[in-house]
């Protein structure tokens, strides 16, 4: 069973930082490529940031410079740093695992709130 668990959102005022992790069960992690989508109140969901089973990254212009994705393959975990916090980042972030071959894999989603 497959399993892709986000952790780490929260509220926090605009500027601050946030530390998303999403731990993944049931697939071979290093070969997926990881991503965190997010989808803001009565908006679409949208691409965050996207990292390859290479470590390669890449990212939504709207987070390039304040966000940082990575993973630790030795935990099956992936990671998504985000500074300089705007209200306009507010919004449930999912945990996504995608192979070029096979199914697609969401996790469950974490709020992110920023607000004063």
């Known amino acids: 069973q497959v399993q892709l668990v986000e952790s780490g959102g929260g509220l926090v005022q605009p500027g601050g930082s946030l530390r998303l992790s999403c731990a993944a069960s049931g697939i071979i992690f290093r070969l997926y490529t990881m991503g965190w989508y997010r989808q803001g109140p009565g908006k679409q969901r949208e691409l965050v940031a996207t990292i390859t089973n290479n470590g390669r990254p890449n990212y939504a212009d709207s987070v390039k410079g304040r966000f940082t994705i990575s993973r630790d393959n030795a935990q099956n975990t992936a990671y998504l740093q985000m500074n300089s916090l705007e209200p306009e980042d507010t919004a449930v972030y999912y945990c996504?695992?995608?192979?070029?071959?096979?199914?697609?894999?969401w996790g469950q989603g974490t709020q992110v709130t920023v607000s004063s």
């Open positions: 996504r695992a995608e192979r070029a071959y096979g199914p697609t894999y």
